[in-house]
């Protein structure tokens, strides 16, 4: 699920002057795999930003908004079979980029990307982290 957590319990303490933010990006299926076995590195892309500032941490975490991921959302289940099999996809998913965005995220050029191998990065906003208006996927 996705989550804001404004002020984080920290074990310890920070120091004061430690401010910046911290991103991390993983798989998280948002809805169960088909018949076949689930592999971890199958799942969407879910990105978690830390914000670390004056002591303090709080945290936000969003799915990254893949063509994949809002086609499966409009659906209301999962259409790809296991690391986009189109022998086992639905036939719905049929034109659409299998792109989990789940490997990882970097900053580049004050742009927040969403990256998995094989396919475009995702553009999300460094700030919520949240697609950017601009998001493009291409196809």
């Given amino acids: 699920m996705e989550v804001e957590a404004p002020d984080l319990f920290v074990e310890g303490e920070l120091p004061e002057d430690l401010a910046g933010v911290f991103y991390r990006n993983g798989a998280e299926p948002l809805y169960p795999p088909t018949h076949e076995d689930y592999h971890w590195f199958d799942g969407d892309g879910m990105v978690y930003a830390f914000y670390l500032a004056e002591g303090r941490v709080a ?42 965005a789940n490997t990882n995220v970097i900053l580049h050029g004050g742009k927040l990307l969403a990256l998995m191998e094989g396919a475009p990065p995702v553009e999300m906003n460094p700030h919520t982290p949240r697609p950017s208006a601009n998001t493009t996927t291409a196809g």
């Fill in 59 to 100: 945290m936000r975490n969003r799915w990254v908004r893949t063509d994949k991921l809002l086609l499966e959302m409009k659906a209301g289940r999962r259409l790809f079979g296991v690391h986009g099999n189109p022998m086992t996809s639905d036939p719905l998913a049929a034109g659409t980029r299998y792109n989990t």
